[in-house]
């Protein structure tokens, strides 16, 4: 297993930008495709953003393209996601998730271990 711990979600207006993180510890961080995902109060989990292993491929759901960029530093153990142009619509609670030794995926399930969560609530 691999611990994850989410941080950096908060209050921010609308148009504005936050960066989370996600720490790994437990295991070589470099072992695992990593993923984010968020859910709001009354929705389904979906998928927002993942990454290979190396860092060189990304994915991300439609509705985030061209705000959102994911990234990793191995070094440090830890992936990011730096959220920018932020709407009303995605406030939610933002998961990261570990896949180990293999490519990144949009399903919740494929992963591994995942981290308990932080709130972004984006207000209008």
């Known amino acids: 297993q691999v611990q994850l711990v989410e941080s950096g979600g908060g209050l921010v207006q609308a148009g504005g930008s936050l960066r989370l993180s996600c720490a790994a510890s437990g295991r070589p961080f470099s072992m695992y495709a990593m993923g984010w995902f968020r859910q709001a109060p009354g929705k389904e989990r979906e998928f927002v953003a993942a990454i290979s292993r190396s860092g060189v491929t990304t994915y991300y759901a439609d509705s985030v393209k061209g705000r959102f960029s994911i990234s990793r530093d191995n070094a440090k153990n830890t992936v990011y996601l730096q959220m920018n142009s932020l709407k009303p619509e995605d406030t939610a609670v933002y998961y990261c998730?570990?896949?180990?030794?293999?490519?990144?995926?949009?399903?919740?399930?494929?992963?591994?271990?995942w981290g308990q969560g932080t709130q972004v609530t984006v207000s209008s």
């Open positions: 998730a570990a896949r180990s030794l293999r490519a990144p995926s949009s399903n919740w399930g494929d992963y591994d271990d």
